[in-house]
C-alpha cells in the first residue's frame, strides 16, 4: 500500500470518528498507547512534537528526529489523537484514562517518545495515573523542567515509586 492510500484511510477514519460529534462521544480510531515493536519493547505514549506541546525545548527542535514520525500515517494521527485529548480535559481524557489503566499487567511504559509534558496539570495527571498502577515500570524523558520542577513542589517530592 502506498503511502498516499496509508495517509487517505488513515484520515478518513480520524475524520469520521472524530470530525462531527468529537472523541468525547466516540471510541478512538486510532490506538492511544502503541505496544512494543521491533524498535521499541515497551508500550508509550506519544503527542505531537513543537514548541506548543514541548515547552522546554531548545534548538533540539531544529533537529528533532520526532517529526520524522510524522511520515507514517496511523503514526501521525495517534499524536494528533493524543494532543487533542491531552489539551481537552473536559471529557476525551476518559479514552485515555481507560487506555493506560487497561495496560498488560507488568508492563513497561514509557511516556513521551515524541512530544513531552505540556503544563503542569498533565505531569500532575500522569502522575495520579501511575501512582495508581504500581505493577507498571514508568520511565520518560523530559525537558520540561519548569512544569517537572513545579509539580514536584505540588507533591511535596513525592513521585510515584514505579516512575523514573
Known amino acids: 500500500m502506498t503511502w498516499n492510500v496509508q495517509y487517505a484511510k488513515a484520515r478518513l477514519t480520524f475524520r469520521r470518528?472524530?470530525?462531527?460529534?468529537?472523541?468525547?462521544?466516540n471510541p478512538p480510531p486510532h490506538q492511544i498507547m502503541s505496544p512494543d515493536n521491533t524498535k521499541l519493547n515497551f508500550w508509550n505514549f506519544s503527542t505531537l512534537p513543537g514548541e506548543k506541546n514541548c515547552p522546554g525545548a531548545g534548538q533540539c527542535l531544529?533537529?528533532?528526529?520526532?517529526?520524522?514520525a510524522q511520515r507514517y500515517p496511523d503514526a501521525f494521527f495517534r499524536q494528533v489523537l493524543n494532543t487533542v485529548m491531552i489539551r481537552h480535559r473536559d471529557?476525551?481524557?476518559?479514552?485515555?484514562?481507560n487506555a493506560f489503566l487497561s495496560l498488560p499487567y507488568g508492563s513497561r511504559f514509557?511516556?513521551?517518545?515524541?512530544?513531552?509534558?505540556?503544563s503542569v496539570e498533565t505531569v500532575m495527571y500522569w502522575m495520579s495515573l501511575?501512582?495508581?498502577?504500581?505493577?507498571?515500570?514508568?520511565?520518560?524523558y523530559s525537558?520540561?523542567?519548569?512544569?517537572?520542577?513545579?509539580?514536584?513542589?505540588?507533591?511535596k517530592g513525592q513521585w510515584p515509586d514505579n516512575f523514573v
Open 62 to 68: 531544529e533537529i528533532c528526529f520526532s517529526f520524522k
Open 130 to 140: 501511575i501512582g495508581r498502577r504500581k505493577d507498571l515500570d514508568t520511565f520518560c
Open 91 to 97: 471529557g476525551p481524557l476518559s479514552h485515555l484514562t
Open 143 to 155: 525537558k520540561s523542567w519548569l512544569e517537572l520542577l513545579a509539580a514536584d513542589e505540588l507533591m
Open 17 to 25: 470518528t472524530v470530525g462531527t460529534k468529537g472523541i468525547t462521544h
Open 110 to 118: 514509557r511516556l513521551y517518545c515524541d512530544g513531552d509534558f505540556d
